[in-house]
């Protein structure tokens, strides 16, 4: 099961990525504020928290963890989709679910709940292809695979989004990225 700290650091690299593609998507979002969190201190400690946030770049909304967990939950919904055989229906899904979840605003949830809520998706997706390898689907040994063509899916949706094509790859592999981080999986460089 992800830890913690892999949750959190695989919703990091997602919120990372996902700055140009708000700037298209959401651009009303662009107050860092609306992204604050309040966090428990000691859980900020642990989590690391409390670092500084990454260089803002001119005109890219900063966004935050709990934006790139919720993201990353629809990622894992993906992976759940593509081995269920209902892929094209996420991918369909993708064109407002993904505009609504990068407009939020964070409500009551904190930033905790919702990396607890990624933890416990990422178990999900272990628990089903656990299953899927002891009935011979060759579950497991497939996940690098299945992280890639969620990739080139999300890259495409993304595109269809008017996303220019540049900040859609490099989003969609940032969030692949992540996605296999949660798994132990290592990405290997791609040349584009």
């Known amino acids: 099961m992800p830890t913690d700290y892999a949750c959190h650091a695989a919703a990091e690299q997602a919120a990372n990525s996902l700055g140009p593609v708000c700037a298209v998507l959401a651009p009303e979002r662009n107050r860092p504020e609306a992204e604050a969190e309040v966090m428990p201190v000691m859980l900020r400690d642990y989590l690391g928290a409390g670092r500084p946030s990454p260089t803002v770049r001119a005109g890219i909304p900063v966004v935050g963890v709990a934006k790139g967990a919720m993201v990353?939950?629809?990622?894992?919904?993906?992976?759940?989709?593509e081995m269920d055989g209902t892929l094209v229906l996420w991918h369909a899904g993708l064109?407002?679910?993904?505009?609504?979840?990068?407009?939020?605003?964070?409500?009551?949830?904190?930033?905790?709940q919702v990396l607890q809520e990624l933890q416990s998706d990422s178990q999900d997706v272990l628990t089903y292809l656990a299953r899927r390898d002891r009935s011979g689907q060759a579950g497991a040994r497939m996940l690098g695979e299945q992280v890639a063509l969620m990739e080139d899916v999300l890259s495409g949706a993304l595109r269809r989004l008017s996303v220019p094509a540049g900040s859609a790859d490099e989003c969609a592999s940032g969030l692949a990225g992540a996605v296999g981080a949660l798994f132990g999986l290592r990405?290997?460089?791609?040349?584009?």
């Open 95 to 112: 064109r407002q679910r993904l505009p609504e979840v990068l407009s939020q605003t964070r409500g009551a949830a904190r930033e905790w």
């Open 187 to 192: 990405s290997s460089p791609v040349e584009r």
């Open 72 to 81: 990353l939950r629809l990622c894992l919904d993906g992976l759940r989709a």
